[in-house]
């Protein structure tokens, strides 16, 4: 079961530090799409905070990042069901991806730990169906 399943994903990053370019907030969601699909996604290289903010900056924000990655991958859509991942405004942290949970939370992965935020505002979902 997919809920079974993201709450595996995100117990075992729970116990390890983030990396950047591999699970860090635009990574650990890829790297749940491609447990679920079975499909590599394109990512982008990087393995640092700076060089991440770069390539932001190049595409003009996350989520245009991300749809620039994901275009072709999954299909966007408006309402996230559990498991689907997305870009959040935070307010207080900015911009950020992760993964949908249950009851309208998002799982995002920062530097210690994976916290579950309850969105502000939805900037972006694409469905992993």
Known sequence: MLSEQLKAFIGAAQARPMVWGYDDCTGWPSLWVEQITARPLPRPVYSSRDEAM?????HGSLARLWANVLCGVLDE?????????????????????????????????????????????IIRVWSIQ
Not at 54 to 58: G, K, L, V
């Open 54 to 58: 770069a390539i932001i900056a190049e």
């Open 77 to 121: 859509t408006g309402i996230p069901e559990i498991g689907d991942i997305g870009v959040i405004d935070t307010g207080r942290a900015g911009h950020v991806g992760g993964i949908f949970m249950h009851g309208g939370f998002f799982a995002w992965r920062g530097e210690t730990r994976v916290a579950p935020i309850l969105p502000r505002t």
